[in-house]
């Protein structure tokens, strides 16, 4: 099984700050993708990337594939009270033909107002 | 809009309680699959299936059983219910056709074995 590492787990943050969130792995993924689950609810995609190198901008959040396939980052700029939430990323297990969707163990983010 | 629904968002069970956990998907999606969510560790995947009566182990699924009998619909057993599989349950679904396919959560089912 493939294993995606997160971090950091836990992150504090004052709103107007800066924050970047990594994902790791030894394995190549085909993609990687970002969900945030808000609490009492199920994580919701925000962005699949699935070009090594690839950036995607969504708003003030900006993720980006690594030129290996084998880790993504995610980072907001300017945080918000709003973009509090568990941060997860995802991605396809390879060794598995039949599409096992493995994630990391996520990054709890709180942005203090 | 598709849609997710697990069966109870709260349940209370006792110690050695055969439990059913039932999710339904409106989507047609191949795939489902069984997380559970505890702090610090993430989701970890219970069980998955890709097809009717197909079924593939996660990483934790031991004390755990599954059952899909139909395309829209995938249960998860816990056989005998113990206080270590207290946690959060999360049912998602995914066609996985495409590297960019979305899975879709439920709400979430809060287990308590007591």
């Known amino acids: 099984t493939q294993l995606l590492e997160q971090s950091p787990q836990f992150l504090s943050i004052q709103e107007g700050e800066n924050l970047t969130v990594y994902c790791n792995s030894s394995s190549v993924f085909s993609s990687l993708q970002w969900y945030r689950q808000e609490p009492g609810e199920g994580p919701v995609l925000l962005v699949t990337?699935?070009?090594?190198?690839e950036v995607k901008k969504l708003k003030r959040l900006t993720f980006q594939f690594g030129d290996a396939r084998k880790d993504s980052s995610l980072h907001i700029t300017a945080a918000q009270p709003g973009d509090t939430g568990l941060y997860l990323c995802a991605g396809e297990d390879g060794s598995s033909n039949t599409g096992k969707l493995i994630f990391g163990q996520g990054t709890t983010l709180q942005v203090k107002p | 809009d598709v849609k997710v629904t697990q069966s109870s968002r709260y349940l209370v069970k006792r110690t050695g309680e055969k439990v059913f956990l039932e999710c339904v998907q409106d989507m047609d999606h191949e795939n489902m699959f069984w997380y559970r969510q505890d702090p610090g560790l993430g989701l970890r995947l219970i069980y998955f299936?890709?097809?009717?009566?197909?079924?593939e182990k996660g990483d934790i699924p031991e004390g755990y059983s599954v059952s899909r009998e139909k395309k829209e619909r995938f249960s998860l057993i816990l056989e005998s219910a113990s206080t270590n599989q207290t946690s959060m349950y999360l049912c998602?679904?995914?066609?996985?056709?495409?590297?960019?396919?979305?899975?879709?959560f439920g709400q979430g089912t809060r287990l308590t074995v007591v």
């Open positions: 299936s890709y097809d009717v009566k197909m079924k």
């Open positions: 998602a679904s995914t066609f996985l056709r495409s590297l960019e396919d979305e899975a879709f």
């Open positions: 990337v699935v070009t090594g190198g």
